[in-house]
C-alpha cells in the first residue's frame, strides 16, 4: 500500500486517498478488515490492486473478513531503524493467514489490546500457528490493523 512520508508522530502512515487502498483503510476505520475481490471470477486478493491476477477483470469489491487467523511467520526488528520505530525496537512484527483464506496474509503487530504498544509482547513467546484476531489502532486519521491472541 502507498505509503507517505513520516507524520508528525515520526511514524509512517499510508496514504487513505489511493483509489486501490481506499475501501480497506475505510474499512478498517469502521472496525472491518477488508479484503478485495474480483467482482468477475470471486477470487481473493491482497494486497488490493487494479486487476485480477487470475481473469484480467477491473472489476472489484471488497468483502469483509472475520478478523481471525494464525501467525504464519514473524521477525523482530532491531536497529538501525527509522527514529521513531528505533525507540520501539525490540519489537515483533508478525504475518498473519487469515482463516477464510490462508492465502491472504497481513503484516503486523502482536499486542495485548488495540492500543497497546507494539513492544509490549516478549518476542519469545510468540508462536508459529498461535491464534489471533485482529483489533484497531487509531494513530492519526489512520486505524491500523494489529493482531491480539485469540482466546478459545
Known sequence: MTEKQPTASGFVLPDLE???TRGFWEGTAKGELRV??????????????????????LKREWEVMSGRGTI???VVPHPPLLPTYA????????IVSLDED?????VGNLVTSADGPINEIDPNTIQIGEPVRVVFHQLEDVHL???VRARS
Do not use: D, T
Not at 525507540?87 to 508478525?94: F, M, R, T, V
Open 18 to 20: 489511493v483509489p486501490e
Open 36 to 57: 478485495e475481490k474480483c467482482g468477475a471470477c470471486g477470487r481473493r486478493r491482497m494486497p488490493p490492486r487494479p486487476m485480477c491476477p487470475a481473469c484480467q477483470s
Open 72 to 74: 504464519w511467520s514473524f
Open 87 to 94: 525507540e520501539l525496537a525490540p519489537y515483533n512484527a508478525i
Open 102 to 106: 490462508p492465502s491472504l496474509r497481513f
Open 145 to 147: 490493523p494489529r493482531w
